[in-house]
């Protein structure tokens, strides 16, 4: 069995040539990397808050919307999915001297972009070529 680990850092949807170049290492793992019971990684941290359109369900939906058709043109197929949240993480970066540009301490703003917050999340996706193999065989 193959598995290769690629992280993917989501930039703001408005910034094509960002998403143009995930798909196509998604894409170009996926087909020349990969055997037929291999399988691909995909670790995608995103931030998220309290405020209606950033809570964690909007911006799973958002990511899980765009990385599953990312997958689907690259002809493979997502096999398994976990969210990991990253609990206390927003306390610790509040007692930093550099605070990262994605965080914003109040977790009911209305963030400017789509990958500020105030929590921080891990979704974990596991792509295969084939619909049909499970990572647990």
Avoid at 69 to 82: C, F, Q, S, T
Avoid at 91 to 99: V, W
Avoid at 111 to 127: D, E, K, P, V
Wanted: charged fraction near 20%.
């Amino acid at each position: 069995m193959q598995l290769f680990l690629l992280g993917c850092y989501f930039t703001a949807p408005i910034k094509i040539l960002r998403k143009k170049d995930d798909q196509e290492i998604i894409e170009f793992c996926l087909q020349n990397l990969l055997s037929e019971r291999g399988y691909l990684i995909i670790i995608v941290p995103f931030a998220y808050g309290n405020h209606p359109f950033h809570t964690l369900f909007a911006r799973a939906e958002l990511l899980q919307k765009s990385l599953e058709l990312m997958v689907e043109k690259a002809r493979g197929n997502i096999v398994y999915e976990n969210i990991s949240l990253l609990t206390g993480l927003d306390q610790r970066i509040k007692q930093q001297k550099t605070i990262p540009d994605w965080f914003v301490a109040d977790s009911n703003a209305d963030y400017a972009n789509l990958y500020a917050g105030t929590y921080m999340a891990t979704w974990t996706f596991i792509s295969s070529l084939h619909p049909g193999i499970s990572p647990y065989l």
